[in-house]
């Protein structure tokens, strides 16, 4: 059965029309066609140019793999985080290497326009929203005068077992979001669960 992943392939090796994509990858137009629109709508490829192709009726449309779709279907990174996290942890004490996970922290909320707002509540859901599009599934719950945000699916686990203070990057990332003082309270032993208290003042 023909993939995304087998139609996005053949177009980052070369533009191909539907017919081109039918022949390479011996499948049916229909089954081309349904890929070709779901990886149009992800931003994975574009149209080209038609194309003559020395028959009747409309030039045929070429498609190509749209920059930024070269590592799509990477599943390299958690490997390259891990290995960059060794090594900066074999050239910084701990000190050091919490203060560039920090500032990662930080620059991450800033590069996703955090904070939105001079509001607490709509500064913490956008920051939420934005670490659930990268995996997680948070919930926000009152704890006396601050409020715990808990994360049952953490996008970094692996790290965070290799490197605990990577969660530091996490709880910089709220607080840098919301303008509030935020606290790691994260449950490390088995199962990894994610916790963040953060001021409400």
Known sequence: MTTKNDVLRALQREPLTVVQLCESLNVTRTAINMQLKQLEAEGLVRRHKPVQTGTPGKPAVLYEAAPGSEDATSSAYPAFLLALLATLQAHLDARQLEAVLVDTGRRLARENGLPASDDFD??????????????????????????????????????VRETPCVCR??????????GRTVTDHCLREGRLICQYRIAKQ
């Open 169 to 178: 990057a996490i709880a910089a990332y709220f607080s840098e979001a919301t």
């Open 122 to 159: 709509t500064n913490l859901a956008s920051a939420m929203a934005v670490v659930d599009a990268l995996g997680a599934h948070t919930e926000a719950v009152p704890d006396g005068n601050a409020i715990m945000v808990r994360n049952y699916s953490c996008p970094v686990a692996s790290a």
